[in-house]
């Protein structure tokens, strides 16, 4: 069965300090997660620049940078099921990145997608395919495999019937380079999950989940609502159709994310709730 996990994104504000992280983490073991997925610039002190960028996309990581978070999670009973990093740092010393994976006792790495980069170029994303295709030779000859994380501009079309995310799955090697598909972001632009599931098949090692929908509070001043995320269950996703074809392809974790639109702007009480979902099919 597959390891039930938070991203460490979902938990930036709060984890700002040891004992908030240690609290944190203590109320994911509580409500049935069995692990974390850390961030990489979220282990290590990141500059104004970049908490300013993830800030301006919604995803405010917090201060907890400076914090001690082998020695966390290893007080936590959390399984590391992989780091985020970016692709740069993969280039600049797989090593380094290879062996901060393994003291964290994972074996996977996972690219989260390039910023600033045009998906819609079909040329640049086949150059794109090959920069993983040698970052992941890289991290593998280290012990440790590559994953590629979509977001929702994988899915631009790049020519009639073919968009960014099919080019990086056919012109990557799967000795190489595998996959931890994120079915939200999938859904937000319109594409079918399952059937890039099934496309994907053994090659989708990780899940992303979430649901998709509104959260009415009020009366509707019009009949159109703000789609955004929604804790498991209670937004329009299929995800129980696709908890089922994750199951099938054996992914090793099925990991919840989401950056806001949480009940009482709380991480904590939102997967808390998505946890009921998790613990029904997992």
């Given at each position: 069965m597959p390891v039930k996990a938070v991203q460490q994104f979902m938990l930036g504000t709060v984890m700002n300090n040891e004992k908030q992280a240690a609290d944190t983490m203590r109320q994911m073991r509580d409500a049935g997660y069995g692990g974390i997925e850390l961030c990489g610039f979220m282990i290590h002190p990141s500059g104004f620049l970049v908490k300013l960028m993830t800030r301006a996309a919604g995803m405010p990581v917090g201060n907890g940078g400076k914090l001690d978070w082998q020695r966390l999670v290893k007080e936590s009973g959390l399984l590391v099921v992989s780091i985020h990093q970016d692709?740069?740092?993969?280039?600049?010393?797989?090593?380094?990145?290879?062996?901060?994976?393994?003291?964290?006792?994972?074996?996977?790495?996972?690219?989260?997608?390039?910023?600033?980069?045009?998906?819609?170029d079909e040329q640049a994303v086949r150059e794109l395919a090959k920069r993983l295709n040698a970052a992941g030779t890289?991290?593998?000859?280290?012990?440790?495999?590559?994953?590629?994380?979509?977001?929702?501009?994988?899915?631009?079309?790049?020519?009639?019937?073919?968009?960014?995310?099919?080019?990086?799955?056919?012109?990557?090697?799967?000795?190489?380079?595998?996959?931890?598909?994120?079915?939200?972001?999938?859904?937000?632009?319109?594409?079918?999950?399952?059937?890039?599931?099934?496309?994907?098949?053994?090659?989708?090692?990780?899940w992303h989940i979430n649901d998709r929908g509104t959260r009415q509070e009020g009366p509707c001043m019009t009949p159109i609502l703000k789609s955004d995320s929604m804790e498991l269950g209670y937004g329009s996703m299929p995800l129980e159709e696709l908890s089922a074809k994750a199951k099938e392809l054996g992914v090793a974790a099925v990991i919840l994310e989401s950056h806001r639109n949480w009940i009482d702007k709380s991480p904590v009480k939102s997967f808390a709730r998505s946890a009921e979902f998790l613990n029904r099919y997992f």
């Open positions: 692709l740069g740092s993969i280039e600049r010393d797989a090593a380094a990145v290879a062996d901060e994976a393994k003291r964290f006792g994972t074996d996977k790495i996972v690219v989260t997608g390039m910023y600033r980069f045009p998906y819609g890289a991290l593998s000859a280290q012990g440790i495999s590559l994953l590629y994380h979509n977001h929702n501009c994988e899915f631009l079309r790049v020519a009639p019937g073919k968009n960014a995310y099919q080019i990086l799955y056919e012109e990557t090697d799967p000795a190489a380079v595998n996959f931890e598909f994120d079915s939200y972001w999938c859904a937000d632009c319109g594409q079918n999950p399952l059937a890039v599931m099934e496309m994907l098949g053994s090659r989708m090692k990780l």
